[in-house]
């Protein structure tokens, strides 16, 4: 069966350390997403992206990125980080139809703890 | 940008009782999701309903987009049925990126 995972599944580390979040689906969709899931937030769009090359910002993008070098994964790097990042984060995927958005499948999400 | 509200906040209920949870957003949108958050943190796609009616055994969804609502009834509900129910939605018409409500939280007693 198709699916999406996320790796690691829990990680705590110090402010200011580089940290990767992987996020990996085989479910051969165009289109991946990075949330991020904090109390009273609900959840919010980090980054996109609609294909391989392809990156956008979403609406909390500010220390993340992320880079798409094939269709099946979509890490996330914070580059410094903060304090402020300790949420849980979820990866997504969505097929492309012509533009029309689609239904999205949600991977099991990151518990990330920033010391 | 778009506004999504969800109610109520919080539900209790007994096994076996009925619930209507409700999802209004403030534009014209092309693509509604539910989802259920279980106890573990999973995000768990119960239905994809731009608009219409949908059931899929206790649970069905209804859109009506043209009045900028949907609603999910949950029908003799279980304890497995505890957790947050969340809707999304585009950000703006035709795009694949959901804006979240903040979600309905259901408990369930035995």
């Known amino acids: 069966d198709a699916e999406i995972t996320q790796s690691p599944r829990h990680k705590i580390t110090e402010t200011g350390r580089q940290v990767t979040l992987a996020c990996h689906q085989t479910?051969?969709?165009?289109?991946m997403f990075w949330y991020r899931q904090d109390l009273g937030h609900g959840l919010r769009l980090i980054h996109y992206?609609?294909?391989?090359?392809?990156?956008n910002k979403g609406e909390v993008s500010d220390g993340y990125s992320v880079s798409r070098s094939n269709t099946e994964d979509l890490p996330l790097t914070l580059e410094s980080a903060a304090s402020s990042q300790t949420s849980v984060y979820f990866c997504?995927?969505?097929?492309?139809?012509?533009?029309?958005?689609?239904?999205?499948?949600f991977g099991p999400g990151t518990r990330l703890t920033v010391t | 940008g778009i506004q999504v509200e969800q109610s109520p906040p919080d539900l209790i209920l007994q096994e076996g009782a009925n619930s209507t949870l409700r999802c209004n957003f403030s534009?014209?949108?092309?693509?509604l999701q539910w989802f259920h958050q279980n106890p573990w943190g999973q995000l768990i796609n119960l239905f994809y309903?731009?608009?219409g009616t949908k059931q899929n055994g206790r649970l069905s969804a209804t859109t009506v987009a043209t009045e900028r609502y949907s609603l999910l009834y949950i029908s003799s509900s279980q304890t497995t049925d505890s957790g947050v129910y969340f809707c999304?939605?585009?950000?703006?018409?035709?795009?694949?990126?959901?804006?979240f409500g903040t979600g309905t939280r259901l408990q369930v007693f035995p």
């Open positions: 997504a995927s969505s097929e492309s139809r012509g533009g029309a958005p689609y239904e999205q499948y």
């Open positions: 479910w051969n969709h165009n289109n």
């Open positions: 992206s609609y294909g391989v090359h392809d990156t």
């Open positions: 534009d014209s949108v092309n693509n």
């Open positions: 309903i731009p608009s």
């Open positions: 999304a939605v585009p950000s703006s018409y035709n795009t694949d990126k959901l804006i």
